[in-house]
């Protein structure tokens, strides 16, 4: 369970660039939820995913997952958290090109404090789960972009998250790649995960269960 109160975010405060991205958001997104955030470009939904993953702090609020407080914990605590309960999904896929499929999703393995057995055969079982495990060997900027997508949803998934988080995930993506992309986005909501979507398009919304509008860093529909 999350629950955002009254979240404000601030980039560059105190400087002559100070602007206020969030102006004090609160929402509950519960667990095993299937949930879109829309918005206008600049409305502020990067910005509150990024909270939401953990890789960027706010200044003013509370963010709650389960019974954490999400706030002030030292850099060890959060990459704690990002590496066990969040499965993140950047807009630019941000693989490691010359890394292959396979390596690319043993990184968060790899980064990983607890000690992980058999590495290479759960990074397999991702790429397997998004139906990719035969380009294990090939290096990412060899892929489509609907490929690297799915190598990155790999990554997302490999620790077993219970949250996953996709900035705009079919944003470069023809119509038919997009819509097996969110398929997949569905089968492991399905699965009892909690998915949060940053998107453009009606299409990807429509098949969510619920849609959270952003307008000029405030929610203004969907959060019931
Ligand atoms: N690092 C930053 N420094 C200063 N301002 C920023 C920074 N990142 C974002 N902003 C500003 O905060 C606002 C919200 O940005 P954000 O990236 O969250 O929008 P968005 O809804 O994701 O837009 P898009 O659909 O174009 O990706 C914008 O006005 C943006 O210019
Ligand atoms: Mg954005």
Do not use: W
């Not at 790999?154 to 038919?176: F, Q, Y």
Request: charged share 30%.
């Amino acid at each position: 369970m999350i629950t955002l109160t009254n979240i404000k975010k601030v980039y560059n405060p105190k400087k002559a660039n100070e602007f206020e991205a969030l102006h004090g958001v609160s929402c509950d997104i519960k667990d095993g939820e299937l949930v879109a955030i829309i918005g206008k470009s600049g409305a502020g939904k990067s910005t509150l995913l990024h909270i939401l993953a953990c890789i960027d702090s706010y200044q003013d609020g509370e963010y709650r997952i389960d019974d954490t407080l999400v706030k002030g914990l030292s850099e060890r605590k959060y990459a704690r958290i990002r590496n066990e309960k969040i499965g993140m999904v950047m807009q630019d896929f941000a693989l490691v090109e010359d890394f292959t499929a396979l390596e690319n999703v043993m990184i968060p393995l790899n980064f990983s404090k607890k000690k992980i057995k058999g590495k290479k055969e759960k990074a397999l079982a991702a790429l397997k789960a998004v139906g990719i495990e035969d380009l294990a060997k090939k290096p990412c900027n060899k892929l489509s972009g609907g490929q690297k997508q799915r190598v990155a949803i790999a990554r997302a998934i490999v620790n077993e998250p219970s949250m996953i988080l996709a900035d705009e995930p079919t944003g470069a993506l023809d119509t038919k790649t997009s819509s097996e992309i969110m398929e997949l986005f569905k089968s492991l909501n399905e699965q009892g995960r909690t998915v949060v979507i940053v998107t453009h398009d009606p299409k990807v919304a429509e098949q969510c269960q619920r849609v959270i509008e952003i307008s000029d860093g405030e929610i203004v529909g969907g959060n019931e």
